[in-house]
Every structure is written in structure tokens, then in C-alpha cells.
């Protein structure tokens, strides 16, 4: 992490600029349930997070956009009158927003921009969609462009398929574009409409990072996307009107499911009984039965560990180690896999002593040291006030 704050950022451009910017921001996420269902035009229950990544812009004359990562140490510029494409690295994700942002009709001005982020990169909390969304939210301020959140969050997806050539759903870009303070979102990924759901004070989130991030993350990825058409092409052989597998019911997939390879049917199996749970947690935490929440976080894991096949020994250590701290209702991987963080759904009187339970003895197993934090859901995108 970097030990920056938003107003050593705005030190930090006037130095390197000399002029002063304006400041934006936009969380990384958490996600309680509804995993790798968002590309299956699902259900998920995301939480933006309290931490952010920091943008400070200050327009110029020209159409060259000019940034520095402050947690990268590097640089890069871009002439937005110039074709751009991809250099397989961190700018593709702010060259991708912009490109796409001008696609959708936006003139945008050149700009120098600085950018910090307090949210470890590549650990499943979404860092890339929270530099999307702070980077286009701070390019639409710039040009003066009045800002439409569910557009924004699109824009940042496409750029993301398309300029980045990570095939990811919508709830990353979503989430950072929406956050409610207090609460969850449950987003239908079908008709992008969502819900808060508050989270109770009785109880706490709470994530671990497992330190570890398996290479394998982004082509397994890519192949599940895969597995899940196979699935859908299948199944809407024998059953009517199914466009995705958000349109297989349960029962639907008991009775038709055998004509399925075994691994697609598995891969069907944790889609389809994980937008049940989706919808079945959030009963559970608005009727504030948190044992019932836990339970199905627990169904949540073992479906992505045993039919999804996307955790790994760190994710599944990580989540047992927790399961048996006192207070923890439920634990499971969260984000897309193969390393990156869990979530823990903690009684507030034990939240305090959680760490100290589980930290130590993950790290005598494992040799790493994990980062384990309690989140308070925070607000989507948006200017930071000083
Ligand atoms: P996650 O989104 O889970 O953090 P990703 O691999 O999707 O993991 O995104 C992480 C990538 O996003 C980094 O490798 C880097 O290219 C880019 N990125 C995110 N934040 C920053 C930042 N502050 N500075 C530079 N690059 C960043
Ligand atoms: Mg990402």
C-alpha cells in the first residue's frame, strides 16, 4: 500500500506540473456473493470499499493525455489525435477509457494526470475498474461533460473487453460508478437495476488478502466465459427461452443437465445455484438471519472451489482458518480466483480480535503474511473535497 494521502497527491502534481489540479476518486469493491455470475447476466452483491485510487488532473492546451502512476513510478503520454493500441501494460486501462469515452460522443481536452491508489493492485479488489472509473470520471470533468454513472460504468467496461482484452462482466466498473455508503448493492447484471441493502451494524466485513496471485487468473478466466456459452448453447436446445444461464432455474438444470460434458455441467451447476444465493442472502440480511448469510457464503465457496474450479490452496486455507474464528458467520473466496482476497462475514463484537486469530497461523502455514481489514462500504465515484 501506499502510505500517500489524497493531499500529498496534490502536493506531488504541483511540484511535478506547477499548477493545481482537481482531485477525484473511485473505490475498489468487495464482493459478499454472486461470483462469476455477472457475465451470465446474473445476480451479485458487491460493496464499494473505503479505499480508492486518487486521480489529479489539470487540462492543457494540446490532446496529449500525460500521466504518472505514483505507486508504479512510471509515465506514460498519449496523443488522443493519434491512433492508439494496446502496449500490454497499466496505461492500456486510462488509454481505453478515453478512447472509449470519445467513442461514445465525448471531445476530450488533453490533460496531465497523477495517479495513487491505496488498494493493492491485482488482489481482487478491483483496482483496475476503481483506475477506470476515477480516470473517466476525471476526463468527463475536464472536458465539462455532465456525468451519467451507468454510462460511465459501461464505458469503463468496453474499455476494459475491448482495449485491455479482459473479458470481465460489469459489476467491477458498476460498483466503483455506484457505491452506496452502509451498504451492498444487489445488481440484476440483465437489466443493470440495483438495490442497496444496508449492511447491520451488528455485523462486520471482513477481507483477507491471501498475498498470493496465480498467473493462471486471466486465461482461466477467458476459458469459464467459455465453458458458459458451450452451457447456454446446449441447454437452450431442450429449454425455452434461455439466452444466458441467468434463464436456467435449478430444477431446469436437475432435469436437462445430463446431456451436458461434465465439466460444462459443473461449471452450469455453480452459475445456476449461485444467482439462487444471491437472491437467498439478501433475504437473509435484510431479515437480519446473518447465520443463514454465512451459511450460503459457505455454499458460495465450495461451489467455486469443487464445480467452478477457480480457487486455490491459499483462498481454501484462508477460508477455513476463518470459519473457525469465533463470531464468523461465513467465509469465501471473493473476485475472480486463483489467489486474491476472501470475505468474512463477522459478528461486530468478535470483528476486533479476527485478525489476530486467523493472521498468525495463515502465515506459519503459508510462509506470507497476510492483509486482513474490516470494510466499511463507502460511495461510488466523485470528486474529492479537501
Ligand atoms: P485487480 O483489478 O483485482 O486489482 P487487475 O489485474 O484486474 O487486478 O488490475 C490490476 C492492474 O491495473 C495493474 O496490474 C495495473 O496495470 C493497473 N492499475 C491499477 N491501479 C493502478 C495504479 N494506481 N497505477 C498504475 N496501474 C494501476
Ligand atoms: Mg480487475
Redesign the pocket.
Given at each position: 500500500m501506499t502510505p500517500l494521502s489524497p493531499n500529498d497527491l496534490l502536493h506531488l502534481f504541483e511540484r511535478r506540473f506547477g499548477r493545481q489540479p482537481i482531485l477525484f476518486r473511485a473505490p475498489?469493491r468487495v464482493n459478499l456473493i454472486g461470483e462469476h455470475t455477472d457475465y451470465n447476466d446474473g445476480f451479485v452483491l458487491p460493496a464499494a470499499l473505503d479505499l480508492a485510487?486518487y486521480v489529479a488532473v489539470a487540462p492543457r492546451e494540446d490532446r496529449v493525455i500525460q500521466v504518472h502512476?505514483?505507486?508504479?513510478n512510471?509515465d506514460f503520454t498519449a496523443d488522443l489525435g493519434q491512433p492508439q493500441s494496446p502496449v500490454h501494460?497499466?496505461s492500456d486501462?486510462v488509454v481505453g477509457v478515453a478512447l472509449e469515452l470519445e467513442k461514445s460522443g465525448h471531445r476530450l481536452k488533453g490533460s496531465d494526470m497523477m495517479?495513487?491508489?491505496v488498494?493493492?493492485?491485482?488482489?481482487?479488489?478491483?483496482?483496475?475498474?476503481?483506475?477506470e472509473a476515477s480516470v473517466g470520471y476525471a476526463l468527463l470533468s475536464v472536458a465539462g461533460a455532465p456525468i451519467n454513472r451507468l454510462d460511465l460504468a459501461k464505458i469503463c467496461q468496453r474499455a476494459e473487453n475491448e482495449f485491455v482484452g479482459?473479458r470481465c462482466g460489469i459489476m467491477?466498473q458498476f460498483i466503483s460508478c455506484h457505491g452506496v455508503e452502509g451498504c451492498a448493492l444487489l445488481l440484476d447484471c440483465r437489466s443493470l437495476e440495483a438495490r442497496p441493502v444496508p449492511i447491520d451494524p451488528k455485523v462486520r466485513i471482513l477481507v483477507c488478502n491471501t498475498m498470493v496471485h496465480h498467473q493462471l487468473a486471466g486465461s482461466e478466466y477467458n476459458l469459464r466465459r467459455r465453458d458458459c456459452e458451450t452451457a447456454v448453447a446446449l441447454l437452450s436446445q431442450t429449454i425455452d427461452g434461455v439466452r444466458a444461464l441467468r434463464d436456467v432455474s435449478v430444477p431446469e438444470l436437475e432435469t436437462h443437465g445430463a446431456r451436458l460434458p461434465q465439466t460444462i455441467l459443473k461449471r452450469a451447476r455453480h452459475v445456476v445455484t449461485e444467482n439462487k444465493r444471491v437472491l437467498e442472502a439478501v433475504a437473509a440480511l435484510e431479515a437480519g438471519d446473518f447465520i443463514e448469510t454465512g451459511r450460503l457464503m459457505n455454499a458460495s465457496h465450495e461451489s467455486l472451489r469443487d464445480d467452478y474450479n477457480v480457487s486455490c490452496p491459499e483462498l481454501d486455507l484462508m477460508v477455513e482458518l476463518s470459519r473457525t474464528a469465533p463470531g464468523v458467520y461465513g467465509s469465501r473466496m471473493t473476485?475472480g480466483g486463483f489467489g486474491?482476497c476472501t470475505v468474512s462475514l463477522v459478528d461486530a463484537a468478535a470483528a476486533e480480535g479476527f485478525a489476530d486469530i486467523v493472521g498468525p497461523t495463515y502465515e506459519k502455514e503459508t510462509g506470507l503474511k497476510p492483509m486482513i481489514f474490516s470494510c466499511y462500504p463507502g460511495r461510488g465515484a466523485g470528486p474529492v473535497v479537501l
Open positions: 475498489g485510487t502512476s505514483v505507486n508504479l512510471a501494460g497499466w486501462y495517479v495513487m491508489s488498494l493493492s493492485m491485482g488482489s481482487g479488489l478491483s483496482a483496475s475498474a476503481a483506475l479482459m467491477d473476485g486474491g
